[in-house]
Structure formats: C-alpha cells, structure tokens
C-alpha cells in the first residue's frame, strides 16, 4: 500500500511556524513593548535644559561685545555730524549776502539793457554822438564803455563767489546726508541688539539678583531679599556721612535700614538693635540678603551677597561700596523679616 505524504506547501502537524509568520509576530510584539514602554515613561524623550545663569550671562557678554563697538561708532558719527552741520549753516549765512549781491548787480544790468531796449539811447547821448567833439566823444564813449566792463566783472566776482560756496555746501549737505543715514542705521542696530539682551535679562532665573554696581547673585530665594539686595545696590558710589539714612547718603546701618525698608521691613537706624531684629544664622547656612555683623560691639553692619562678598558703607571717605566680607572680623548673621 503506497504510503501517502504531504503536499509540498503544507507543514506536517506539530511543525513550528513559517519563518515569515514568526518574524511578523515578533516585529508586532516589539511595536507593543516600545508602546507601553513609551505610556509608562520607561523611555523618556530627552527634555532640552533651561540655559544656566552662567549660559545667559555668557549671551550678554557676547551681545555687549556687539553692542559697545555700535554704540561708539554712532558716537562719533554723530559728532561728525554736529561738526558738518554747523559748517553748513556758518556756510549759508556767507551765501546769503553773496547771492543778494549777485541779485541787485544782475537788476542793475538788466535795467540797463531793459532802458536801451526799449527807448534806445537818451537825448543826451544822441546829441553827444551829433555834436560834440571828436575828443570829447572818444572820452564819452569809453567812459560808458569801462562803466559797463565794471558792471560786468563786479556781476562776474559776485558770482564766481557765490559758486564756491555753493560748491563746498553741496558737498556738506552730501556727506551730511550720508552721515544721517549711517546714524539711523547705528541707532537701529542699537535698538536691534538692545532689544535681544533685555530679553535675555528677562530670561533670568527669577531666584536670580543683577543689578549694576554688585556681582550677579544666584539663588535668592526671599522677595524681600531681591528687592533689599537691589536697593542697596543701587546706592554703590553714594557717599558715606555720619547718621544718614538715604537717599543720597548714607552710614553703615543707615543703608541695611533703608534696603529693607523698601522690601517693606522696617529696621532701626543703630547695629546693636538690627543683630536683634533679625533671625540669628550661622555662616554656613547664610544667603544673599542677609545682614553681616562685625568685631565684638556689633560696630559695623553690611548686607551680605553671598561669595564672602557684601554692599556696605565703610567710613567716612568711602562711598557705599561692595567688598570681601573677610576684611574685618565677622561677629555674625542675622537674617531680617
């Protein structure tokens, strides 16, 4: 009996599956995985990090470098400009006498030729041509002669002054004009980068303090403490005198109060009540903002900017100022509000 087999295309039973099925069952099991891999935050898209403090200053520093060349460019051509306008204007005032000259000297000659033209010569000129003397004809008529030769090169020296500065303005107004135009590219490019670095200032971290006059200070975590450390530094150059509170002078504890005083803290104008109106923090747990105490009697008082840097009034002589807190012997923080 013939033993019967099975068709080519076929697979006997247990066999495993087509190699094409396996694999198209195995892409589709991997399509899965990665898809509730991806819903269970097991693969996680790379996030873009914020730039940093140090990025963004970076970016300033760059658009300053930018900024500072544009800036005296338009400053010195705007002086150019100053200059060349006062010369054209010292210009048209020699120009106007000139051509008022040239206008009457012109009026006088068109008047003369205007009489001949329509009256032909006068009476007495006829009669000189019929009876006077040979002699005194000759002298009449050279005489009318050199009076219209003088008109003439009068007319002439008029003018040809009147052309020289007319020349030389010309080529003022030219070069003011293009002067003009470099200055209103210069103050547009001004504009221009202006613009990109308030917006890179405002990308600033909100913990972050920069203010002109002290370091930028990072990490300022208390309000109260950004608006201190801003007012405070907006009194660097102001002079030191004795008892002063502000706004145009201050002395060491004078300054901390008036800081704080526009964050909406009222502290007394001595030292030794100030150490007491704060929170006592060592000085490894001090920040920016915190008030920096010094030598034994609490004799002297600064607004601390973290680094070992603070803003203070040192002394008669010396303006408010920042300087390294490690010039003098520390008696402590205190930490107001």
Known sequence: ???????????????????RGLRRVARRLIVLVAAAAVGAGMIAV?????????????QIDKKWEELEPTIEQYNKVRAQLKVNKSKSAALQKKIEPLALQSELALNRVGDLASRYYMSGPSQEIGALLI??????LTEQLTLLD?????????????LAVRAKYDGEKQKLDALIATQTKQQNDLAAKKKQIDAEIKKLEASMPKTTVKTAGCPTINGVVSVAAQKAIKTACQQVGDPYVWGATGPNSFDCSGLTQYAYKSAGIYLTHHTGDQWNEGKAVSRADARAGDLVFFYSGLSHVGLYLGNNQMVHAPRAGKPVMVSSINTMPVAGFRRPG
């Open 1 to 19: 009996m013939p033993v019967a087999t099975m068709p080519l295309h076929r697979h006997a039973p247990g066999s495993s599956v087509r190699p």
């Open 146 to 158: 050199r009076l219209a030769s003088q008109e003439r090169k009068q007319v002439e020296g008029v």
């Open 131 to 136: 009876s006077a003397k040979p002699d005194t």
């Open 46 to 58: 790379p996030a873009q990090a914020e730039p940093t403090v140090d990025e963004i200053e970076a």
